[in-house]
């Protein structure tokens, strides 16, 4: 399972379009304050770990919900079975 930082996608959906705008959001909507580079980062990497308080943040800024800012990747091939072995049982 791959956990996806889907922020970027978040601002472009609320016409937020560059780190300098989420920034000065941050600021006017959630009273947050972060350095332009540390929003830029935000923007461009998959974090290794988000403060709660940026998350609240984030959400109440961009009005979404952690759910919209994470996206869940699983793997299609759930089969606990080797390939190999299933075909084998079909030819039996």
Do not use: H, Y
Request: glycine share 2%.
């Amino acid at each position: 399972m791959q956990i996806e930082w889907r922020l970027r996608k978040v601002m472009a959906s609320r016409d937020v379009w560059n780190a300098t705008q989420l920034r000065e959001l941050l600021i006017q909507r959630a009273g947050f304050e972060l350095s332009l580079q540390s929003v830029d980062v935000l923007i461009k990497r998959q974090p290794v770990q988000v403060k709660v308080v940026t998350l609240q943040a984030l959400c109440t800024t961009l009005r979404c919900t952690p759910n919209e800012l994470f996206g869940i990747d699983t793997p299609r091939d759930v089969s606990l079975v080797e390939p190999d072995t299933a075909e084998s049982r079909d030819e039996q």
